[in-house]
């Protein structure tokens, strides 16, 4: 069995967890695939397996690669869907990072997450992708993204107006410092603290919040996910930012662009015990009493 393994940071504090995984791989006779900038990091200092190899970017990735574990926060369980695009690669997320919604496999459940894969006892979860669609390259070959799409002033510029269509339809001016249309994923991010709803993962729909609104008036709005939203922004500035997860380009103002569901979906893994209602309730500690 291969598995990819990516990470981007190694903090001194980690080293020993890391090693554990390593240990782990080794005595259930896995192939570790490591990225390479990550393997260049740790090769002096661990006992790696003998059998190791490295990848550096998706076309890397083939066939033979059953996961790939992500050793991060949510961060970096979202670099890799520029990794795993549409291989359909199942992807677990160790979570080495803070709160981890995504990522939410504790480090002390290393040995656990390994033996699931091993002997698949785990669960899928397919994740809704959000696709950009512009009458300008953007983005590269990954013009996707699993927790949002946002449209975002440029930083010294005032607020500004985006109209927003649905199917071509006019939904909404919204006079703002940007717009966020995530993904059911995405509702835990970057949505969440511009007060916008928890919607499951499972629900079939996305999420438009603006980002600090003019108008008081103005509150998200819960749309289902085979609805095509077009925009067209209005600024003093002739550039705003767009944004897909934490990738982002400076757009000029008169790019027409789109957001649509992706044709796929990423694969993420979790274990049986785990649920989104337990992520929620263990993430924002929901019925927890912090008065005392």
Not at 214 to 222: E, S
Not at 261 to 284: D, G, H, I, P
Request: charged share 20%; glycine share 6%; with cysteine.
């Amino acid at each position: 069995m291969k598995i990819a393994i990516y990470s981007r940071v190694l903090e001194y504090d980690q080293r020993s967890d890391i090693q554990h995984l390593f240990d782990e791989l080794i005595k259930q006779h896995v192939e570790p695939v490591i990225y390479q900038p990550f393997l260049d990091k740790i090769k002096v200092d661990f006992l790696l397996p003998s059998n190791i190899s490295a990848f550096n970017d998706s076309g890397d990735l083939n066939g033979s690669i059953e996961f790939l574990i992500s050793l991060g926060g949510d961060g970096t369980l979202l670099d890799t869907v520029s990794l795993v695009r549409d291989k359909n690669i199942p992807v677990l997320g160790i979570n080495f990072g803070r709160l981890g919604f995504l990522a939410g496999i504790g480090k002390e459940d290393l040995k656990t997450a390994v033996s699931a894969l091993v002997n698949r006892t785990f669960v899928i979860d397919k994740r809704t992708l959000v696709h950009l669609d512009s009458n300008k390259s953007l983005f590269g070959k990954v013009p996707y993204a699993l927790n949002e799409f946002a449209i975002h002033k440029t930083d010294t510029s005032p607020m500004i107006k985006i109209h927003t269509y649905m199917n071509g339809e006019f939904l909404n001016t919204y006079w703002a410092d940007g717009l966020i249309v995530s993904t059911p994923t995405g509702s835990t991010g970057y949505s969440l603290s511009c007060n916008g709803p928890v919607v499951f993962p499972d629900s079939a729909s996305f999420v438009i919040t603006p980002v600090a609104p003019h108008n008081l008036n103005i509150r998200p709005i819960v749309i289902p996910d085979n609805n095509i939203i077009s925009f067209e922004i209005e600024g003093r500035s002739d550039q705003f930012i767009c944004a897909l997860d934490s990738r982002k380009e400076i757009v000029d103002k008169n790019v027409q662009i789109a957001i649509r569901k992706e044709a796929f979906t990423m694969s993420l893994v979790r274990l049986n015990e785990n649920n989104f209602l337990q992520t929620l309730r263990n993430k924002l500690s929901w019925g927890l009493d912090t008065r005392n």
